[in-house]
C-alpha cells in the first residue's frame, strides 16, 4: 500500500514539474539532434577556462570573471591516419604544432590519440 502511494506521489510531482516547464535530468540522453558538448579546452595541451580570475573596479569591488582559453578550429593532415584530422587547439597548442613539425609529432609527444578525431 506505501509504495503505491509513493508511487502516485512520484508521479504528482513529475506532472507538476513538467506542467511549469521544469525539465528533470536524465543522465546518458543527448539533445534531439544527436550531438553531445564539448569542453571549451584544447584538445592538445588539456588547457581549460581559468574561473579563478578576478575584474578589480575603479571603487575596488572584487568581481569574479572566467578567463576562456583562445581556441582556434583547425584541420590537419595526418600522415599516420591517412587522412584529415579536425581539431580545437588554443594559440600556444598551434605553436606547438608548428615546433615538432606536424600534428602527428606533437600528438605523439603529448599521448594525444588522433583516430577520435
Known amino acids: 500500500m506505501n ?4 508511487l502516485l506521489v512520484i508521479a ?20 534531439g539532434s544527436g550531438m553531445t558538448m564539448r569542453a571549451r579546452e584544447c584538445d592538445l595541451l588539456g588547457k581549460k577556462p581559468n ?8 571603487s575596488h569591488k572584487r568581481n569574479k570573471k572566467v ?5 582556434q578550429t583547425r584541420k ?6 591517412g587522412r584529415s584530422v579536425k581539431l ?4 600556444k597548442g ?3 604544432v608548428e615546433k615538432y613539425g606536424g600534428v602527428d609529432a606533437a600528438a605523439k609527444k ?6 577520435k578525431f
Open 3 to 6: 509504495s503505491t502511494l509513493a
Open 12 to 31: 504528482a510531482v513529475i506532472a507538476t514539474a513538467s506542467a511549469f516547464g521544469v525539465h528533470t535530468p536524465v543522465s546518458g540522453v543527448s539533445n
Open 51 to 58: 574561473r579563478q580570475a578576478r575584474v578589480v573596479t575603479f
Open 67 to 71: 578567463q576562456h582559453v583562445n581556441l
Open 76 to 81: 590537419y593532415f595526418s600522415d599516420e591516419l
Open 88 to 91: 580545437r587547439l588554443s594559440t
Open 94 to 96: 598551434l605553436k606547438t
Open 110 to 115: 603529448f599521448g594525444l590519440d588522433l583516430k
